[in-house]
């Protein structure tokens, strides 16, 4: 995947594409969030996307989020339609103990937040991202090989053309620099579901 034309929703002040993939350095207070629970709205973080109308496609990448150190610091993946409805993925570094590997999906203006604890050892996490038209899986792995679900989700505004890619953010008074490599675009890896049939015809008569 050529990155490099890609287009940003606030550029960062530092940053670097190579053939290497992508360096982001977050700015403080920068983040992702929409009212639920805390009830404010945080909107303001980096993201480099690209836009497709394919229905079909799974989006994989590597990050490296070892310069993490502060409360929420956090990088991974995201669909950022608009300011009310997006979703993102990532490991959101907590304290010495365990951060978070957890995903948002946010639609209509209000966020959702599923998380899981994990070891602070662990620095690196691939993520794969796919399409199934206006539903989606998001998926992470260890290795880049074995991937685990993390959530399927709708999203009532991805219709036709989305906007996907990736992010990094520094809620506090932190700074550090993310790593992105290992970008792919493929043919659709979240097989059709083969269990029960969809409902015909509506609601059952007694």
């Known amino acids: 995947m050529n990155i490099k034309n890609w287009t940003w929703l606030r550029e960062p002040k530092a940053y670097e594409i190579s053939e290497e993939g992508l360096k982001v350095t977050t700015e403080s207070h920068t983040d992702l969030w929409q009212r639920t629970y805390y009830h404010f709205r945080n909107d303001n973080a980096p993201v480099l996307q690209m836009e497709t109308e394919e229905n079909f496609f799974s989006f994989v990448v590597k990050t490296d989020f070892s310069e993490a150190h502060q409360r929420f610091d956090q990088c991974g993946i995201v669909m950022y339609l608009d300011s009310d409805n997006w979703l993102k993925a990532s490991v959101e570094y907590e304290n010495e103990s365990f951060q978070h590997l957890g995903s948002v999906v946010t639609n209509f203006g209000y966020s959702d937040w599923a998380t899981t604890e994990i070891q602070t050892s662990q620095k690196v996490m691939w993520y794969r991202f796919?399409?199934?038209?206006?539903?989606?899986?998001i998926e992470n792995s260890l290795d880049g090989v074995t991937f685990h679900q993390m959530r399927i989700c709708h999203m009532a505004k991805?219709?036709?053309?989305?906007?996907?890619?990736?992010?990094?953010?520094?809620?506090?008074?932190s700074s550090f620099t993310a790593?992105?490599?290992?970008?792919?675009?493929?043919?659709?890896?979240?097989?059709?579901?083969?269990?029960?049939?969809?409902?015909?015809?509506?609601?059952?008569?007694?």
């Open 179 to 206: 790593h992105f490599s290992n970008f792919a675009l493929l043919d659709c890896q979240w097989a059709a579901h083969d269990g029960q049939q969809p409902d015909i015809g509506g609601d059952d008569e007694d």
């Open 158 to 173: 991805a219709q036709g053309k989305i906007r996907f890619g990736v992010y990094a953010c520094s809620p506090e008074d």
């Open 130 to 137: 796919s399409r199934r038209e206006d539903d989606f899986c």
